[in-house]
Antibody
Framework: QVQLVESGGGVVQSGRSLRLSCAASGFTFSQYGMHWVRQAPGRGLEWLSVMSYDGDNEFYADSVKGRFTIFRDNSKNTLYLQMNSLRGEDTAVYYC??????????????WGQGTLVTVSS | EILMTQSPATLSVSPGERAALSCRASQTVGSKLAWFQQKPGQAPRLLIYEASTRATAIPVRFSGSGSGTEFTLTISNLQSEDFAVYYCQQYDGWPPYTFGQGTKLEIK
């Protein structure tokens, strides 16, 4: 069965960096687009970024463009999110999610359980 | 960026009855609309994609309808496990793929 396990969350000071990982199993990782979505405490879902199956295409929400970078290592079945210049408003649970297509331009069919990032001042 | 608006913010319904949740897009998204269910402390779960296609293992009491800018998630014969927060998301064209703000379905 599809399994996505996020890691790398924690408490980080404002202005610093953090890298999240998402380990995938139960499907052929290299054949699917992958997304990052976050949820601030008590708030709704915010789509952040997507990368195509081969890493050739990536897209970002305006709120993180220029600060966050999505990348993947298909040899390790792992998706990453490099987060720089973190702000208080980046405090959230971060989810990785599998796209139903290789392009990453389709719906999200499986989600991980999330990892909590807390940005302190 | 396409803005997704869900209504109502909270819906109170009795078990066994039917609930209708609305999602409106600021511009047409065709049928590129998904619905997710999220329970407290859990990750979202895909219910519906392509506006009306049930995802794997989703009970038939969940149904989606609509196209263009107006969409509805209908849950018939509400069960106790259906009380949760529901989100719609559009995935039309190029990203960003925006979510609605959510509808909380609570027991009346």
């Amino acid at each position: 069965q599809v399994q996505l396990v996020e890691s790398g969350g924690g408490v980080v000071q404002s202005g610093r960096s953090l890298r999240l990982s998402c380990a995938a199993s139960g499907f052929t990782f290299s054949q699917y687009g992958m997304h990052w979505v976050r949820q601030a405490p008590g708030r709704g879902l915010e789509w952040l970024s997507v990368m195509s199956y081969d890493g050739d295409n990536e897209f970002y929400a305006d709120s993180v463009k220029g600060r966050f970078t999505i990348f993947r290592d298909n040899s390790k079945n792992t998706l990453y999110l490099q987060m720089n210049s973190l702000r208080g408003e980046d405090t959230a649970v971060y989810y990785c999610a599998k796209d139903a297509d290789n392009s990453g331009l389709y719906y999200l069919d499986y989600w991980g359980q999330g990892t909590l990032v807390t940005v302190s001042s | 960026e396409i803005l997704m608006t869900q209504s109502p913010a909270t819906l109170s319904v009795s078990p066994g009855e039917r609930a209708a949740l609305s999602c409106r897009a600021s511009q047409t998204v065709g049928s590129k609309l998904a619905w997710f269910q999220q329970k407290p402390g859990q990750a979202p779960r895909l219910l519906i994609y392509e506006a009306s296609t049930r995802a794997t293992a989703i009970p038939v009491r969940f149904s989606g309808s609509g196209s263009g800018t107006e969409f509805t998630l209908t849950i018939s014969n509400l069960q106790s496990e259906d009380f949760a927060v529901y989100y719609c998301q559009q995935y039309d064209g190029w990203p960003p793929y925006t979510f609605g703000q959510g509808t909380k379905l609570e027991i009346k």
